[in-house]
């Protein structure tokens, strides 16, 4: 801070006019000793403490604050500047050098503390009688420095503080030279080739610029290195990491979100997966392939609680995987899953609200969460570290995928890291389900588990069991589980016999026929259609069970005996409800119009004459008037009789 008409910038030829102590006396001795060390110097706010002189001859200028504290308080005193901290530095001064000291790296920090130990070997010396000319000079040859330059470090703490003054003679480089500068245009054009999605180096960027653009201009630009150095100057990294690698990496360079489970309990919450194995699998079909687990994991404890495998990951396998569930443990009071087809099936979310890969309708069934109230959390697609249960699979592929009992079987975990014997055999799909089981038991088993409740102390059992002996959990009925463990789809009965039609089975039980023609909805287990599926109203209720309408062979008695008694049986039954009903026989209802009184006939006020002509009064003629016309039609057939058997005659004789 200076006052109005102070002065704090000089030149060293002014500085060795003013004849301030602590400064030589000579513009020379200035130059040589003192403003190459002044021109490298930066105040708190990291601004230079020299500047070039503007006017003729150039040069020099220097700060104020560059000054020794003898030099400043002397010109304080003169009346030529005016500064707060000429005898002691003020507070806000000293905070700004230790806030810069502390951007500094290790090893400025190192010079500066080794500059302190120098510096106070001097003071003890002078303590114990010895003058500063000679305790200087011992104390520069112990260190390995001239004297000169110790006596340059002690004029930088001249009136500082011990305490304060590291900052002080931590060492101050400057870069110098000038900024590289390159045509506006030209430059946004090269940021703009290298922040691209394909990444491309930055060297090839400059090159292009340089021979495609520039010199056809004849414009010669800056290296490519001054120009590298101006890219991480100018542009925050994070435009950088947002450019060339997306908005997902810009996402992780932001600290993990940090979630606590401590407010849970065992079974509130589920994480529900997909997890392709690594490992050859030989089905009972004789087909290899890899085989995909859907995993059920307890979020508040880690456990892996129900899982089911198959060849591929479908709606099926995830409803295995929740009847496990339910009948080891209970309903869930929430599920945590991802928008996949397995998962968003209507089998499993049908009617869910939430649900967002297919279309909703209002008629679609409830699926098997929505069915027994349990709320679904949708999990960020493309987002692993939204489900607990992708920490399972990794430690699974170490774990298990790797054991010995799958040697020549395992894949590896991606395509340029198989092992020297892919390939080589595949595992029985027994043989893999039982070393799976034995090792999710381990690792739901292994002690010392690092999860915010394992604290490092406890097993992922121990915390379950620990928490599921005291928590609320919904036990499933028989009725819900009947409900829940099979799938669901909405039909329609046969118009005709009311038989439903269903994955290319046919179901028919007498009470369908009640309903022929209605939709319905069906529950039924896709794992095995020939069971009897279960007939449920659209509004919910339960109507009938339907077996399965087997095909029988064309020539097989016992099929067709059984199918008169069918209907042998079916008849008797409607037989029954007819007697039943009570109803009148045909006469009965006969003889019952025979009494209703026939009504009067109306009769007309005048009777009009209808007359008939052509074809039509030969018609209408009573059959006497036609008699002579058919007697006539007689004798003239017996005539042409007569005349047939005379030339047969004539025939013969010839």
Not at 308 to 334: D, N, Q, W
Not at 488 to 507: E, F, P, Q, W
Not at 535 to 564: H, I, M, N
């Amino acid at each position: 801070m200076k006052p109005a008409g102070g002065k704090i910038w000089f030149t060293a030829a002014e500085l060795a006019a003013l004849a301030l102590p602590g400064l030589p006396k000579s513009k020379r001795k200035i130059n040589e000793d003192h403003a190459p060390r002044w021109a490298l110097q930066i105040d708190g706010a990291g601004l230079p403490l020299a500047r070039p002189r503007q006017g003729r001859g150039g040069g020099l200028e220097f700060h104020l604050e560059a000054l020794p504290a003898a030099a400043r308080a002397e010109l304080a005193k003169r009346g030529v500047a005016v500064i707060a901290d000429v005898s002691a530095k003020p507070e806000t001064t000293i905070g700004a050098r230790w806030a810069w000291y502390e951007r500094q790296s290790e090893k400025v920090k190192a010079e500066a503390t080794r500059r302190a130990g120098v510096i106070a070997q001097v003071e003890h010396l002078v303590a114990a009688d010895m003058t500063r000319s000679a305790a200087v000079p011992i104390a520069a040859s112990h260190a390995g420095v001239g004297a000169s330059t110790l006596w340059s470090w002690i004029a930088l703490v001249d009136g500082i503080a011990p305490a304060d003054r590291l900052p002080y003679l931590a060492p101050q480089h400057r870069g110098g030279g000038a900024e590289a500068e390159i045509d506006e245009d030209l430059w946004k054009l090269l940021v703009s080739d290298y922040l691209r999605p394909e990444k491309p180096t930055f060297s090839s960027c400059y090159y292009r610029l340089r021979d495609e653009r520039a010199k056809p201009l004849g414009i010669v630009l800056p290296c490519e290195r001054s120009l590298r150095r101006k890219l991480e100057r100018d542009i925050d990294p994070r435009v950088v990491i947002m450019r060339r690698e997306g908005a997902e990496a810009l996402r992780r360079t932001l600290p993990p979100q940090k979630r606590t489970v401590a407010d849970l309990h065992a079974m509130e919450l589920v994480n529900i997966d997909g997890h392709k194995w690594d490992v050859f699998v030989r089905w009972p079909d004789g087909s290899i392939s890899r085989p995909l687990m859907v995993g059920i994991q307890d979020v508040y404890s880690r456990k892996i609680l129900a899982w089911s495998t198959g060849k591929t990951e479908s709606a099926v396998e995830t409803r295995l995987a929740f009847a496990h569930l339910f009948e080891r443990y209970g309903i869930p009071s929430a599920c945590l899953m991802d928008n996949g087809r397995a998962f968003a099936s209507k089998w499993i979310t049908g009617g869910a609200a939430s649900r967002f890969r297919f279309k909703i309708r209002e008629e679609e069934p409830l699926g098997i969460l929505t069915a027994l109230g349990v709320k679904i959390h949708w999990a960020m697609p493309y987002r692993g570290s939204s489900k607990p249960i992708e920490r399972a699979w990794r430690d699974f592929c170490d774990t298990i995928a790797r054991q010995s009992a799958f040697s020549g079987a395992y894949t590896g975990n991606k395509p340029d890291a198989k092992p020297e014997n892919y390939g080589k055999t595949a595992v029985p799909l027994a043989q893999f389900l039982e070393v799976v089981e034995a090792g999710i038991a381990a690792h739901n088993a292994r002690p010392g588990r690092a999860t915010e409740m394992g604290q490092g102390l406890h097993s992922l059992d121990a915390v379950f069991e620990e928490s599921y002996a005291t928590a609320p959990i919904g036990k499933a009925t028989p009725e819900q589980l009947r409900l829940a463990l099979l799938a669901a789809d909405d039909v329609s009965t046969d118009r005709r016999n009311g038989s439903i039609k269903l994955h290319g089975n046919t179901y028919w039980t007498e009470d369908l026929a009640l309903i022929a023609g209605d939709r319905v909805t069906v529950r039924f287990d896709p794992d095995d259609l020939h069971k009897p599926l279960h007939v449920y109203s659209r509004e919910g209720a339960f109507l009938c069970s339907a077996p399965v309408w087997e095909a029988t062979g064309f020539l097989d008695v016992a099929a067709a005996k059984g199918r008169a008694r069918l209907e042998k049986g079916h008849r008797k039954a409607v037989k029954a409800m007819v007697e039943a009903a009570q109803l009148l026989e045909a006469a009965d209802v006969a003889a019952a119009y025979d009494r209703v009184a026939e009504a009067a006939l109306p009769a007309p006020g005048a009777v009009r004459p209808v007359r008939h002509r052509g074809q039509t009064v030969a018609q209408l003629k009573t059959v006497s008037q036609r008699a002579p016309r058919a007697a006539q039609d007689a004798s003239q057939a017996q005539l042409m009789d007569r005349l047939g058997a005379g030339l047969g005659k004539l025939r013969s004789v010839k």
